[in-house]
């Protein structure tokens, strides 16, 4: 019988300090023990933003007390973990030191290998954490605050891209678009909450590269047609942009979201049709997003076309994407840990060159 191994996950890249056990035996699809995340919302809410050398600083307060209580949860011991993972990027370079510094720390006083992680491949791969996990080959719509993917995925490690943002990510056109309505930090969630309540026909917002003929992505004009269409509204009310009718700003927060939905269905489509593939994987924090999973799901329906998600509470970043997709890279043979602890960090990493 195969040995168990027991791989720890710590995942720092921005806002969030993850840490997870996962457990990797033989062929069978990677379990998740344990995990526990801490969020930075409360103290980056304060600024309208992260703000990188207090995320570090808080990563550092953070990371063992949730691998001890992740240990404790699991009811295992730190000498009997087999392989420490960490995100080595994409991300904030001070935050992704502190994760890696940390995983190579333990990974020496424990002489256990390290694997540095693809920050979006953790993304990419949670929805095999799910109840109902895919099956390859796939394409993956990758879309959170800094990334805006549409990927051919024939195995672990084997990415063919298909498309991405040329400018802001779908991510960064709710928080900004929020931004500029006035809604609180973290902006995006905020926004979709409020659009729950408008009419998303009230205003006519683009839908950037819908006709452009291939897959990439375009949100930066959407937030200038927001700005521009908040702004206007406002004049004619005799009022600031945040002083708009709560009606108002929830028709705009509706419309608003509309446009972004319609772009990420349409061109996961195309993908679809183009690649011949019968299976989609949504993953990252904009996949948590209640109205583009209504559409996607209701247009792979009409299609016959299975669609994925990742757990909602495993959509933002977190500790079991890293061990994850650490356990699956070490199971498919793609990558070997290593005991080498010269730890460096990819704050610009394309995925599609891993």
């Known amino acids: 019988m195969a040995k168990t191994l027991l791989l720890l996950g710590i995942e720092s890249s921005c806002d969030e300090t993850g840490v997870a056990l996962v457990a990797l035996r033989g062929d069978a699809l990677p379990e998740l023990l344990a995990h526990a995340l801490y969020s930075q919302i409360d103290m980056h809410q304060a600024y309208g933003g992260v703000v990188p050398e207090l995320a570090s600083r808080d990563h550092i307060r953070r990371v063992l007390p949730l691998t001890q209580q992740v240990l404790r949860e699991a009811g295992r011991a730190l000498p009997e973990i087999d392989v420490v993972a960490f995100t080595r990027g994409p991300g904030l370079a001070g935050a992704l030191l502190v994760g890696a510094g940390v995983a190579c720390a333990l990974g020496a006083a424990l002489k256990k290998p390290v ?17 109902d996990p895919p099956e390859f080959p796939f394409v993956a719509l990758l879309v959170s605050g800094g990334h805006t993917q549409l990927m051919q995925v024939q195995g672990v490690g084997r990415y063919t891209m298909l498309g991405e943002t040329i400018d802001d990510a779908a991510g960064e056109a709710f928080d900004k678009s929020a931004k500029l309505l006035g809604l609180p930090y973290p902006g995006g969630p905020a926004l979709a909450r409020l659009a729950e309540q408008g009419n998303a026909q009230a205003y006519t917002l683009p839908r950037p590269l819908l006709k452009s003929g291939n897959l990439d992505f375009s949100f930066a004009g959407l937030k200038t047609a927001v700005m521009v269409q908040a702004r206007k509204i406002a004049a004619l009310h005799g009022c600031t942009v945040e002083n708009l009718p709560a009606n108002v700003l929830a028709d705009l927060a509706a419309s608003t979201q509309a446009a972004i939905v319609e772009v990420l269905v349409k061109k996961s489509l195309t993908a679809l049709a183009q690649t011949g593939m019968k299976r989609l994987v949504v993953a990252g924090g904009v996949g948590a997003n209640r109205r583009l999973r209504e559409q996607l799901d209701a247009e792979c329906a009409r299609r016959q076309v299975r669609v994925h998600y990742p757990e909602l509470h495993l959509c933002t970043d977190n500790g079991a994407m890293i061990a994850m997709a650490a356990a699956m890279r070490i199971q498919a043979g793609q990558q070997s840990a290593s005991p080498v602890y010269a730890f460096d960090v990819k704050p610009r990493w394309p995925l599609d060159l891993i």
């Open 115 to 131: 694997l540095g992680v693809h920050h979006l491949e953790g993304h990419l791969l949670s929805p095999f954490l799910s109840a």
